[in-house]
């Protein structure tokens, strides 16, 4: 059975860190661009970030440059979204997503724009002081 599973969210205050994790079961991530997405209430999903399989490319959007870091470990089938420097306003889901394609360096900004194929159920980050 294809799954991902999301873990690691929870109740963080302003400035701390949380690592989230995603797990596969039922398929190699090797081969898959790993998307990270999150939604609050009442707004639009919003992408966060990527990874290519294959290159390792990244992508982030602005609101996380620099203080969140997508990986993978391809021998523990999952990837991973260190966030540091919370703020209130990454309170969300967040969900994992997996595409099987490899996004080349030049299209690494459209990643979040993919039509990917499975997805997390999604872990809450709460960020609040």
């Known amino acids: 059975q294809v799954q991902l599973v999301e873990s690691g969210g929870g109740l963080v205050q302003p400035g701390g860190s949380l690592r989230l994790s995603c797990a596969a079961s039922g398929f190699t991530l090797d081969y898959y661009t790993i998307g990270w997405f999150r939604q609050a209430p009442g707004k639009e999903r919003e992408g966060v970030s990527c990874i290519s399989s294959r290159n390792g490319n990244t992508y982030y959007a602005d609101s996380v440059k620099g203080r969140f870091t997508i990986s993978r470990d391809n021998a523990k089938n999952t990837v991973y979204l260190q966030m540091n420097s919370l703020k209130p306003e990454d309170t969300a889901v967040y969900y994992c997503?997996?595409?099987?394609?490899?996004?080349?360096?030049?299209?690494?900004?459209?990643?979040?724009?993919?039509?990917?194929?499975?997805w997390g159920q999604g872990t809450q980050v709460t960020v609040s002081s």
């Open positions: 997503a997996a595409r099987a394609r490899t996004v080349w360096a030049r299209e690494i900004g459209r990643c979040v724009d993919l039509n990917y194929s499975y």
